[in-house]
């Protein structure tokens, strides 16, 4: 049996990872797994980004990680110290769903589409392409980050294995 390097990334978190090594996250319902990528160092980073924005933050020391906003700027310094180089990055995502039906007109509920807008947003201002993504309907995923090559490996009851 192969054992295989698995980096877990839980929810509101953000890791690097290389050479091969796999970063998961579980549990992506209206949350977003982010995904960078170098491919000449083989440097990969997840975030599992809960909310839009740090601007909605109530706690007195925020989790930078939890916010679309503060988590990707600290994910590029982090595969930078690690050799990778932002202008080979490029990006994967999945998640965001609306996970629930709601009869108001709030923004307030979509929290799984402004996540994804929201990581769009900052993928654009640093310039980092997003090559594909699985996001929005209505159910959730669970999703894998090979290090090695790039591929994001999306798992759901409802639609089964892919990868893009």
């Not at 994967?92 to 609306?98: C, L, T």
């Not at 709030?106 to 993504?133: H, Y």
Request: hydrophobic letters at 45%; one cysteine or more.
């Amino acid at each position: 049996m192969i054992q295989e390097n698995v980096v877990k990334v839980g929810m509101a978190d953000l890791k690097i990872a290389a050479g091969g090594a796999i970063l998961k996250t579980t549990g992506l319902g209206s949350c977003v797994g982010l995904t960078l990528f170098d491919e000449s160092t083989k440097v990969a980073g997840m975030i599992h980004v809960m909310l839009p924005s740090s601007e909605i933050a109530r706690e007195a020391s925020i989790n930078i990680a939890k916010y679309a906003d503060t988590s990707v700027p600290h994910l590029i310094e982090l595969m930078r110290t690690e050799g990778a180089e932002p202008r080979r990055f490029v990006a994967k995502m999945a998640g965001g769903a609306q996970m629930f039906a709601f009869n108001t007109g709030s923004e307030t509920m979509r929290i799984g589409p402004r996540n994804v807008e929201a990581c769009k947003l900052m993928l654009q201002r640093f310039n980092i392409p997003l090559l594909s993504e699985d996001t929005g309907l209505n159910y959730g995923r669970t999703v894998e980050f090979n290090s090695m090559n790039g591929i994001l490996t999306i798992r759901s009851v409802q639609q089964g294995v892919k990868e893009i």
